[in-house]
């Protein structure tokens, strides 16, 4: 595996490139273009720069997160050729540009969804949690704003502004999308995709739904092993495969971490890993990275990865704000730069412990 941070750029980060380069392990990010709107055809020489930057601090790119899907792709509208022509052109721009791994997600509407950004824990850390008694009390059309007042005054990773504007429009857009049609769409996109992805050998990992359920009734197709399973299978090429999220999927108990991983051997190209711990039969809260802090048992994980040969960029996730620190919500780099710490602490005794280090 390879340990990287994620990183927004230097217009939407506290975090700067000389601070994840001198957290030990870490040795690339996983970032994108921010401002590039989906459907867009990325730009070569914003690229490129956003590239230098990135090497001239002695980092990598390891993975773009995310290449956005434009809604006409996931809801199947005629136009939507001309946005997979787009993404095509996009993907080989990468792929000329050395990249090989593409994070994406085929949610509807909302990418992640949280009720509150900064839950105060009783030591004074504040979390990202999920209630969802406080989640049907939302008016979806002002989900949105809910979301955007608690941001701390960062851009939220997925919840682009100009899209959120419309949320109205994009509901009437989705209604009639189920999961049947949801998937078919994501196949008719990957069907078109693959023979770039053979060409540049770039790996696409889907991240799966979080909450790993239905929210404000829109369809979900990525919540577990069945339909992750499905998902790999709709264009059985190994360049099709998931982002392994453990705070997406763990969100339901249900979902056995460590089972999911062995089944999707080989097609794993990405993992998120980061604890949560349940407050009740749907609520969470993002916790630390350690096991005892959530209800995740984090060794597993990564002993199901190092089992299986995930060889990937693997990341710490959502972090909860600590030290007084003032961040995009999750995204801070003291809670982060401790779950790297501990993974590839874990990590480390696992290899040891096989004998292979
Ligand atoms: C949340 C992230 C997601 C993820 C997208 C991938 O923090 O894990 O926003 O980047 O779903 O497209």
Known sequence: MQ??????????????????????????????LYGAQPGEVWGKDAFRALKKEVEDSGLSIAGIESVNIHDSIKIGSPDRDKYIDNYIATLELLGEAGIHLICYNFMAIFDWTRSDLAKIRDDGATVMNYE????????????????????????????????MGRLKELFEMYRGIDEEKLSANLRYFLERIMPVCDKYDINMAVHPDDPAWSVFGLPRIMTGKDKLLRSVKLVDNPHNGITLCTGSLGTNPANDI???????????????????????????????????????????????????????????????????????????????????????GLWEAIEKMSGLR
């Open 132 to 163: 969802q008694k406080r989640i049907d009390a939302i008016e979806p059309d002002s989900m949105f704003s809910v979301m955007n007042a608690k941001s701390n005054g960062f851009a939220l990773a997925g919840w682009e502004p100009e899209r």
């Open 3 to 32: 340990m990287t941070m994620r990183w927004f750029g230097k217009a939407y980060d506290s975090v700067t490139l000389k601070q994840i380069r001198q957290t030990p392990g870490v040795s690339g990010v996983v970032t994108t």
């Open 258 to 344: 460590p089972d999911i991983i062995h089944a999707l051997k080989g097609r794993i190209h990405f993992a998120h890993v980061r604890n949560i711990r349940y407050t009740g039969p749907r609520d969470f809260e993002e916790s630390a990275h350690l096991s005892a802090d959530g209800s995740l048992d984090m060794f597993a994980i990564m002993k199901a990865l190092y089992d299986t040969g995930f060889k990937g960029p693997i990341r710490p996730d959502h972090g909860r704000m600590i030290w007084g620190e003032a961040a995009m919500p999750g995204y801070g780099l003291y809670d982060r730069a401790l779950g790297v710490s501990y993974l590839s």
